[in-house]
């Protein structure tokens, strides 16, 4: 099982989107998928159609030792699968204080770790602890962000939190690329960023892909009604780019291997 982490602690940069289309593409491309959701405002969740008020078991409740991995999980479809952190999770920083705490997330997954081809963590936009386990659970991480000077300089903290864990949690850590989001070319200012985002990817030892994702009505409807655009809108071009993203990272995968 592949474990791949997006992040960013810019929020708006369509990161729980992302998450939520991609683990969709490659569930549609008859890849089994675990969808793990750690940012406690439970968005990926509610995208997933997962009524939070009734969760009776969440992630908090496995990493309180309370109950087993397996009741945990909730089936979205076969072969499709979800795992939330809940509300609870908002005060992890506080209440998670014991020694190995950054290893909470890799041991639950481990347990999985025969039954799924990819897993996909969602973060919270803060570069907590439940971040640190996420990143020390993976191999891979995406990093979804806009054309701004603000998503630019937010890469340096994250550069910094990147660089830790590897030194302390996970060396094999890879950032598999910057995924360009909310993006039209039509701007000479779009153009100019994506230079620079580039030129920071080059010091992040990554490359931006060359997929790009345009901001869309597609996606703000097919989230109104919970469900993907995929299933709403197949024809969109915003279906192409994510569709051409997925793609892109899948071929990459192919070749490593």
């Known amino acids: 099982?592949?474990?791949?982490?997006?992040?960013?602690?810019?929020?708006?940069?369509?990161?729980?989107?992302?998450?939520?289309?991609?683990?969709?593409?490659?569930?549609?491309?008859?890849?089994k998928v675990m969808i793990v959701d750690l940012d406690p405002q439970c968005n990926l969740s509610y995208s997933c159609r997962i009524d939070m008020v009734?969760?009776?078991?969440?992630?908090?409740?496995?990493?309180?030792?309370?109950?087993?991995?397996?009741?945990?999980?909730?089936?979205?479809?076969?072969?499709?699968?979800?795992?939330?952190?809940?509300?609870?999770?908002?005060?992890?920083?506080?209440?998670?204080?014991q020694t190995g705490?950054?290893?909470?997330?890799?041991?639950?997954?481990?347990?999985?770790?025969?039954?799924?081809?990819?897993?996909?963590?969602?973060?919270?936009?803060?570069?907590?602890?439940?971040t640190v386990n996420a990143l020390t659970a993976s191999q891979t991480i995406i990093i979804p962000l806009t054309a701004d000077a603000y998503a630019i300089q937010g890469l340096s903290q994250l550069q910094g939190l990147i660089k830790n864990v590897r030194k302390y949690c996970n060396p094999d850590l890879s950032i598999a690329g910057l995924l360009l989001t909310r993006y039209s070319d039509r701007t000479v200012i779009s153009r100019d960023l994506k230079q620079h985002i580039e030129e920071a990817a080059e010091r992040l030892k990554t490359k931006l892909f060359k997929s790009t994702i345009r901001e869309a009505v597609a996606v703000r409807e097919s989230q109104l009604i919970v469900s993907d655009i995929f299933a709403e809108a197949p024809k969109s071009k915003v279906t192409k780019d994510y569709n051409d993203f997925i793609d892109e990272f899948l071929k990459e995968r192919l070749v490593k291997r």
Not at 1 to 30: D, F, P, S, W
């Open 1 to 31: 099982m592949e474990i791949i982490t997006l992040t960013n602690q810019k929020g708006g940069v369509a990161k729980t989107t992302t998450a939520h289309t991609l683990a969709t593409g490659l569930y549609n491309r008859n890849y």
């Open 54 to 97: 009734n969760v009776e078991h969440t992630l908090y409740d496995v990493f309180k030792n309370d109950i087993s991995v397996k009741k945990a999980i909730i089936n979205i479809k076969n072969g499709f699968d979800i795992m939330t952190g809940g509300l609870t999770l908002a005060g992890a920083d506080m209440e998670f204080m």
């Open 101 to 130: 705490r950054e290893y909470m997330l890799r041991e639950v997954l481990k347990e999985l770790s025969d039954n799924y081809d990819y897993c996909i963590i969602d973060t919270p936009p803060t570069l907590g602890i439940l």
